[in-house]
């Protein structure tokens, strides 16, 4: 089996950049979580996901703290109490997927989870494309856990989406097959990722516009009204959104809950092409070399920068 959720091929490494789309390479990175009881969270990212502090900072009065797998960023909690609970009405996050390269390593991370008691289970699921469980962290932000299944084995409709599905997935009979005590015993030893990031939107024309058409995703699946999901290089999805909570959200206010969307493009020629894109439609950036920095139209934070996902990239942020 290839490694689960690669984005390109080798072939695809150095693909020419394109004035529309974002290089097939491009990848997601680390999510940061303003979130108002650091330690609680921090304790559960690392007890139930089996997720490593890697390496904090101070900045005025917020600590952010980068936890993940070896040396590869997941999550960044940055510490802002005071802020308002998520409202899970308003647009922002739906969830956050950690990807695992295999069925062992997902189904440890599963029970890691399920035994915590700060974890809140909220479902499991088949999507043809992958095979994912759902919970919910203690602040209310949305997680999901999953490993793909082989690009050999995705189908396409007539219409050129990735076919996708939502159907009931076992969760005992899951780990009763796939779950291995080494494994388990050294679970934050296994590989993880962010593999996409799951909004919630005011409404999807808007959002099109503003993932699709000027950051350079492509869709893969826009049949279901009220979502829409992208992505780059042919992956089922680097970003989806939807207003099942949200229809009609206006721009979010300072809240606990999602910070930034970290997204990694292979290099500078990638964030000019993306520069150009922005300035013909008047958008305002940010561009500080590395990366670019920009809103959505609801204030979510979204960060593009070259190379790979650092830890340095993360707590920059």
């Known amino acids: 089996m290839t490694s689960a959720g690669s984005t390109s091929t080798p072939s695809q490494q150095h693909a020419a950049v394109n004035d529309t789309t974002l290089n097939v390479a491009t990848g997601m990175d680390a999510v940061t979580l303003r979130v108002g009881d650091l330690e609680t969270m921090s304790t559960y990212y690392s007890n139930a996901l089996a997720m490593e502090p890697i390496e904090e900072a101070s900045r005025g009065s917020e600590v952010h703290r980068v936890l993940g797998r070896g040396t590869t960023p997941m999550v960044k909690l940055v510490s802002t109490p005071g802020l308002p609970a998520v409202d899970p009405r308003q647009a922002g996050l739906f969830h956050t997927a950690f990807l695992f390269e295999d069925r062992a390593s997902l189904a440890a991370t599963v029970a890691h989870a399920a035994q915590n008691t700060n974890s809140r289970f909220v479902g499991s699921s088949d999507h043809l494309v992958s095979e994912a469980f759902y919970f919910t962290d203690p602040e209310g932000n949305g997680i999901e856990l999953y490993v793909d299944r082989d690009r050999s084995q995705w189908l396409h409709t007539d219409e050129g989406e990735v076919r996708m599905d939502t159907i009931y997935l076992d969760p005992n009979a899951f780990l009763a ?67 099942w909570n949200s229809q009609g959200a206006g721009p979010r206010a300072a809240g606990l809950g999602l910070g930034d969307v970290a997204i990694t493009v292979p290099g500078r020629e990638d964030l000019d092409a993306l520069v150009a894109r922005l300035t013909a439609r008047n958008m305002q950036f940010a561009d500080d070399g590395r990366s670019v920095r920009l809103s959505d139209p609801w204030n979510t934070q979204v960060t593009v920068a070259t190379g790979i996902s650092s830890v340095d990239e993360a707590l920059a942020r």
């Open 177 to 243: 097959e796939h779950l291995d005590d080494h494994i388990v015993a050294n679970t934050s030893a296994q590989p993880g990722k962010v593999g996409h990031v799951h909004l919630q939107v005011g409404d999807v024309p808007t959002a099109r516009a503003f993932y699709v058409d000027a950051l350079g995703f492509e869709p893969t699946f826009a049949s279901m009204p009220g979502v829409l999901f992208a992505s780059a290089g042919g992956y089922h999805h680097h970003v989806a959104m939807n207003t």
